[in-house]
């Protein structure tokens, strides 16, 4: 362990992350920033190549930050297993997505453990920060890599869990500025690794096993959807009672003590909210115990592109049409505000079910120039694109740079998922919110 700890002290330890995403890509930044020599290893070549040029392929990371790292010849990319066998630390950064059955899909986790063993030589720290569920490190990650006792766990191998917290988009909290939780298989593995992440985030958080801190992080995340479920359910109900949701929210969030606001929306996106939380309600199923709270949850977000389809019907019905026939603009289609990735986006449901009752979709996201997702391949429509050509414009993503104005005074319908109008005054007659 001292030589290693030696290693990490002088930044002559040889960092590897498996996994150069939206996670992956700042910690290889922060790495070699510290003067670490680091490899972003990742089996997508477009990423590898993108990075070996300097090129930033994420929103969050300029080009301009990256180039002179690579430049500097400590960061460098790649595809080809064998960096890993000279590696003194690896931080798997991979996917954790759900199957079709929305039950955990541990593929890349798996492929990246084997990897690793087949690399693995003494001394080596292995940090997973991808989110799973509790158990994941010690069932899956450590046998694989104490096996045959080849080497000791927190001798001569040390193991980590440290969930990732990324906010895509958030300009105030990033990599080093964020809080980073750390539970070690054994006390030298915490040791280890809290050397190695000492030396690019300000604050730690140690806590006392992996298991802890995989379930910080599914606390984390599960905190979201259990509350934006709440607010999703506050929005049919005030709806039900003649009530504006989101002045109740907004007036419920002037309260300075015991609460925190959420906000309705079109239904669950990214590929966070919607599924980590289902990889602790998996776990719990396989220990016999129903976790009602985020199966409930899940019930009212994913119902939620229904709910917006059905306001969209009842407004065209408003207008003595049918939703078969008319023109329907969704605008946005990511799954946030102002960012470009719309994996999980709910618009994608509410495309689909549009389509299904016969109306002729388009949808305008300048952050999404063209989609190909469940069998819908549609380019965006050009942000000059006049709303009154359209029966109904769905605001579903609340981009900054739409033009709202235009928006409410040339559509013929609007329905707003976002209460994107709020700021605007005038004749809001043909706007339903949700
Ligand atoms: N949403 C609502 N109402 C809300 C907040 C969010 O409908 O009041 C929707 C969003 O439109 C989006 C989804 O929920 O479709 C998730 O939004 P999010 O704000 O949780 O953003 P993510 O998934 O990009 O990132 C979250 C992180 N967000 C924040 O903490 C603000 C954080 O929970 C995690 O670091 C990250 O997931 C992750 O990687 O787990």
Redesign the pocket.
């Known amino acids: 362990m001292q030589e290693l700890l030696q290693k990490i002290a002088e930044r002559r330890a040889q960092v590897v992350v498996i996994g150069i995403g939206y996670v992956g890509l700042p910690l290889v930044v922060e790495f070699a920033r510290a003067g670490y020599r680091v490899v972003g290893y990742d089996k997508d070549r477009d990423k590898v190549r993108l990075l070996a040029l300097g090129e930033s392929y994420i929103g969050d990371i300029p080009s301009a930050t990256l180039k002179p790292l690579v430049d500097s010849g400590r960061l460098t990319a790649s595809s080809d297993p064998d960096v890993l066998g000279s590696a003194d630390a690896i931080v798997v950064c991979v996917p954790t997505p759900l199957n079709k059955t929305k039950d955990p899909d541990m593929r890349f986790i798996a492929s990246a453990s084997d990897e690793i063993a087949q690399h693995q030589h003494k001394n080596m720290l292995i940090v997973l920060e991808s ?1 799973s569920y509790p158990g994941t490190t010690r069932e899956v990650l450590v046998p694989k890599l104490t096996r045959g006792n080849a080497y000791r766990l927190g001798e001569d191998v040390f193991v980590a869990f440290s969930p ?5 988009g ?1 300009k105030i909290h990033h990599t080093r500025n964020t809080p980073k939780v750390i539970g070690g298989a054994t006390p030298e593995c915490l040791r280890v690794a809290q050397a190695l992440y000492g030396s690019i985030i300000d604050t730690l958080v140690p806590v006392s096993s992996t298991d802890a801190a995989e379930m910080v992080k599914l606390l ?2 599960t905190f ?1 959807a259990v509350n ?1 479920g709440l ?1 999703n359910e506050v929005a049919l109900m005030s709806r039900k009672l003649g009530i504006d949701a989101w002045e109740v929210i907004r007036a419920a969030a002037t309260k300075p003590f015991g609460f925190m606001p ?4 079109p239904g ?3 590929h ?2 919607p599924i ?1 939380p289902l990889y602790l309600s998996w776990r719990m199923r396989t220990l016999k115990y129903q976790a009602r709270f985020i199966e409930l949850a899940d019930n009212v977000n994913s119902a939620m592109p229904a709910h917006v389809v059905a306001l969209v019907q009842d407004a065209l019905n408003g207008a003595k049409k049918s939703a078969n026939g008319s023109k329907v603009l969704v605008a946005g289609v990511a ?2 505000k102002d960012v470009a990735d719309y994996r999980e986006s709910p618009a994608f449901d509410i495309l689909h079910s549009l389509q299904r009752l016969g109306a002729e979709v388009s949808y305008l996201d300048p952050h999404v120039p063209e989609v190909d997702e469940g069998g819908i391949v549609m380019r965006s429509v050009a942000s000059s694109v006049r709303f009154s050509d359209y029966d109904a414009v769905v605001i579903v993503t609340d981009h900054s740079d739409f033009d709202y104005r235009r928006l409410l005074a040339e559509a013929k319908i609007v329905v707003d998922t976002r209460d994107a109008l709020r700021h605007l005054d005038g004749d809001k007659s043909r706007v339903v919110r949700l």
């Not at 959420?262 to 929306?265: A, K, T, W």
């Open positions: 989110t990732e917290r990324v906010d895509p958030n984390e995340n979201r934006i607010v959420f906000f309705p929306g669950l996106g990214g966070c909210i980590d799954y946030k």
